[in-house]
């Protein structure tokens, strides 16, 4: 069994409101809750999206140690709270100590995480996303409609949808000069990455 040199965790004590790290930092640590919650948050819309309130015995902060990416949301103590900082060197020796397959798998699983969480933070936010998220997946439908199994409905449904995008044009007509205190999100990428609402297709 390999021995495991890097220095093993450590308590320290946060106080009530004190960052434990910021997103887009440098991941040094991963951490567990000896005692205390911590609140992990993230900015979006000028404002902090709270993500998650941690307790006793909770681990956070491992993810960006894993992939070397960047602190993706940040972290702060609710109130006093002491956790186990468990340092890179000791966490990258003890995965390195792990079977090739975890190893491999649990990197597999933590890239997913950060695919959901970003799909998450592109979800509509807008007035103007949620009009344009509702004109693409009606794009969808009617892409839809030109497969040979849909030939029964395909000329009712064809109707309504042209129907709805005509509402939805005169509520972007309406809506037009008027500001919403959230910001856009949603690019045409997100909601057609060939930039052709029309040709998307539900499964």
Excluded: C, W
Excluded at 37 to 61: M, N, Y
């Amino acid at each position: 069994m390999q021995k495991i040199k890097g220095e093993g965790p450590k308590k320290k004590l946060y106080y009530e409101g004190e960052i434990i790290f910021s997103e887009g930092g440098v991941a040094h640590d991963a951490f567990i809750i000896d005692s205390g919650s911590v609140e992990i948050t993230k900015a979006a819309e000028a404002r902090k999206i709270s993500l998650a309130v941690l307790t006793q015995g909770e681990l956070f902060g491992e993810m960006a140690m894993i992939d070397n990416a960047p602190r993706m949301a940040s972290a702060h103590a609710l109130e006093d709270t002491v956790l186990m900082r468990v340092s890179r060197d000791y966490f990258d020796e003890r995965l390195d100590a792990a079977d090739m397959f975890l190893k491999a798998l649990f990197r597999i699983l933590v890239g997913n995480l950060r695919s959901v969480h970003q799909s998450y933070m592109r979800r509509p936010r807008s007035f103007d996303d949620y009009l344009a998220a509702i004109d693409s997946h009606l794009g969808g439908v009617r892409g839809y409609m030109d497969k040979p199994e849909a030939e029964a409905i395909s000329g009712e449904v064809t109707l309504r949808v042209k129907k709805i995008r005509e509402l939805v044009a005169e509520m972007k007509d309406i809506s037009a000069g008027h500001e919403d205190r959230r910001k856009s999100v949603l690019s045409e990428e997100d909601l057609d990455p060939q930039g052709k609402p029309e040709a998307k297709e539900l499964s």
